[in-house]
């Protein structure tokens, strides 16, 4: 059964950091990509970041570039969110989705995890 | 960056009418589009990849259609867990992007 299941979220004040993770189970990680998708509350979704398989390639939306990194740890079937410089409009759930084989879509996705920017 | 528009972006409905979605990508992006559906508090659910392939475990009720620039998402009879709100996403090039989400109510 395939499970990811996301972590590191909370209340941060604005200008801070936080690193989220998100560990999975049920598949070779390896050969997967992966991103974020957070969603603000009430909102619809919005991507964030993505990364191969084998982690050489990244992308970014435009909203987080030069603020966020997205890496991953094959060895550890965990995923990572490093968030600087946080904004108020970074507030959102924060879900980890995996993309099919095809790259056409996410096929499975976590119950998100929350993070608040706030001071 | 391709803007996805879905309409309309609110629709009442009863259980086992028949409703059609639509998504309008701001130029075209092949088949390269996906459908969700997100009940309350849930993360979302794959429905249809590449414009008409239904996910694993989705019923037949969901088809998906269309090319290009213009897509619709059709359900043949809602069911009561069918309520809630639907997103489309296209795969086409980065950045990735989600329409607004289409929500259905319960008439």
């Known amino acids: 059964e395939v499970q990811l299941l996301e972590s590191g979220g909370g209340l941060i004040q604005p200008g801070g950091s936080l690193r989220l993770s998100c560990e999975v189970s049920g598949f070779t990680f390896s050969s997967y990509a992966m991103s974020w998708v957070r969603q603000a509350p009430g909102k619809g979704l919005e991507w964030v970041s993505a990364?191969?398989?084998?982690?050489?390639?990244?992308y970014y939306a435009d909203s987080v570039k030069g603020r966020f990194t997205i890496s991953r740890d094959n060895s550890k079937n965990t995923l990572y969110l490093q968030m600087n410089s946080l904004r108020a409009e970074d507030s959102a759930l924060y879900y980890c989705?995996?993309?099919?084989?095809?790259?056409?879509?996410?096929?499975?996705w976590g119950q998100g995890t929350m993070v608040t920017v706030s001071s | 960056e391709i803007v996805l528009t879905q309409s309309p972006a609110t629709l009442s409905l009863s259980p086992g009418e028949r409703v059609t979605l639509s998504c309008r990508a701001s130029q075209s992006i092949s088949r390269n589009l996906a459908w969700y559906r997100q009940k309350p508090g849930q993360a979302p659910r794959l429905l249809i990849s590449d414009a008409s392939n239904r996910a694993t475990g989705i019923p037949a009720r969901f088809s998906g259609s269309g090319s290009g620039t213009d897509f619709t998402l059709t359900i043949s009879s809602l069911e009561p867990e069918d309520f809630a709100v639907y997103y489309c996403q296209h795969r086409n090039n980065w950045p990735i992007t989600f329409g607004q989400g289409t929500r259905l109510e319960i008439k």
């Open positions: 990364i191969s398989g084998s982690g050489g390639s990244t």
């Open positions: 989705a995996k993309e099919t084989a095809l790259l056409d879509a996410f096929d499975f």
